[in-house]
């Protein structure tokens, strides 16, 4: 398993970051976060109660379609894939495919946050 690492900062300086590292003036670290967003608030809707829910249910009965993961939730499958879809945007969670399936992991056991001052 592994650490995932979002970092928070303001638009103005995750745009920077992404144009000196294309341009090849920093070099990102290993530990550096390898997702952004920017803001607390933005955090805490993508780990909200029922994101953390919907982890942990993922983690411990590894459901294996989307399908048997809205029954373990006892949501709607329609509400679940969108809850997904954005959750893999953020590598919070990632599909493994095969034989026409999609099943939802967390590949992460490790979160940190990591506030990003402008003047970094």
């Given at each position: 398993?592994?650490?995932?690492?979002?970092?928070?900062?303001?638009?103005?300086?995750?745009?920077?970051?992404?144009?000196?590292?294309?341009?090849?003036?920093?070099?990102?670290?290993?530990?550096?976060?390898?997702?952004?967003?920017?803001?607390?608030?933005?955090?805490?809707?993508?780990?909200?109660?029922?994101n953390l829910s919907m982890i942990e249910t993922i983690r411990k009965q590894h459901?294996?379609?989307?399908?048997?993961?809205?029954?373990?939730?006892?949501?709607?499958?329609?509400?679940?894939?969108?809850?997904?879809?954005?959750?893999?945007?953020?590598?919070?969670?990632?599909?493994?495919?095969?034989?026409?399936?999609?099943?939802?992991?967390?590949?992460?056991?490790?979160?940190?946050?990591?506030?990003?001052?402008?003047?970094?």
């Amino acid at each position: 398993m592994k650490k995932l690492v979002i970092g928070v900062a303001s638009k103005a300086f995750i745009r920077q970051r992404t144009i000196d590292i294309a341009a090849g003036r920093i070099k990102p670290k290993d530990t550096d976060p390898k997702v952004w967003v920017n803001s607390m608030e933005s955090v805490g809707r993508l780990l909200n109660a029922d994101n953390l829910s919907m982890i942990e249910t993922i983690r411990k009965q590894h459901p294996a379609t989307i399908s048997d993961l809205a029954k373990l939730m006892k949501r709607e499958q329609s509400n679940v894939s969108r809850t997904l879809k954005r959750m893999v945007e953020f590598h919070i969670v990632e599909f493994e495919e095969a034989h026409g399936k999609k099943t939802p992991v967390v590949t992460w056991d490790e979160l940190s946050i990591v506030p990003m001052s402008d003047a970094a």
